[in-house]
T-cell receptor, first 112, second 112 residues
């Protein structure tokens, strides 16, 4: 079956540091890949997505590239802010009625 | 304007009780979902409805019964609550299964 594995947190960084959160997946077909963010006390928000190999999703300074050869979709941001403190979820969806399969989530804590 | 709303936000109840969580979306979407997030932040889909028709039912105990009176609402009724049902439950909606899912703020259920 399909699965998503992402690095465990918490990841603690200083403001303006570089952030990478690793995400790898297993899938039988060609899934769409997503990063969702959950700020404290809130629901999930879509951060970015990529629907086919070599696509790059980007939003709010975050980027992730769909790498089919390494089955990865790592999230990066060049300079984090305190407001980026949140839990980040990698997810995939295949042709099964929007069934999103999530990774375990990675908590990111950015300190001033 | 709230896109996806859930009531109540917090629900504390005793084991064995029956409770309901309501979800409403004003986005005009045709697909709605329920997800469960456990204490370790792991998210898993429970149900999906498209145009009021059940599409996804993920090995959820039959104590959980979703009901969709119309396309804008998807309620979750839980019978005979157990300690293990304690979690945050998120409702989401999308226009078609292939498009972005918008999440509600979550309902934190605590079973004592």
């Amino acid at each position: 079956g399909n699965s998503v594995t992402q690095m465990e947190g918490p990841v603690t960084l200083s403001e303006e540091a570089f952030l990478t959160i690793n995400c790898t997946y297993t899938a039988t077909g060609y899934p769409s890949l997503f990063w969702y963010v959950q700020y404290p006390g809130e629901g999930l928000q879509l951060l970015l997505k990529a629907t086919k190999a070599d696509d790059k999703g980007s939003n709010k300074g975050f980027e992730a590239t769909y790498r089919k050869e390494t089955t990865s979709f790592h999230l990066e941001k060049g300079s984090v802010q305190v407001s980026d403190s949140a839990v980040y979820f990698c997810a995939l969806s295949e042709d099964s009625w929007g069934k999103l399969q999530f990774g375990a989530g990675t908590q990111v804590v950015v300190t001033p | 304007d709230t896109a996806v709303s859930q009531t109540p936000k917090y629900l504390v109840t005793q084991m064995g009780n029956d409770k309901s969580i309501k979800c409403e979306q004003n986005l005009g979407h045709d697909t709605m979902y329920w997800y469960k997030q456990d204490s370790k932040k792991f998210l898993k889909i429970m149900f999906s409805y498209n145009n009021k028709e059940l599409i996804i039912n993920e090995t959820v105990p039959n104590r959980f019964s979703p009901k969709s009176p119309d396309k804008a609402h998807l309620n979750l009724h839980i019978n005979s609550l157990e300690l293990g049902d304690s979690a945050v439950y998120f409702c989401a909606s999308s226009q078609g299964w292939e498009n972005e899912q918008f999440f509600g703020p979550g309902t934190r259920l605590t079973v004592l």
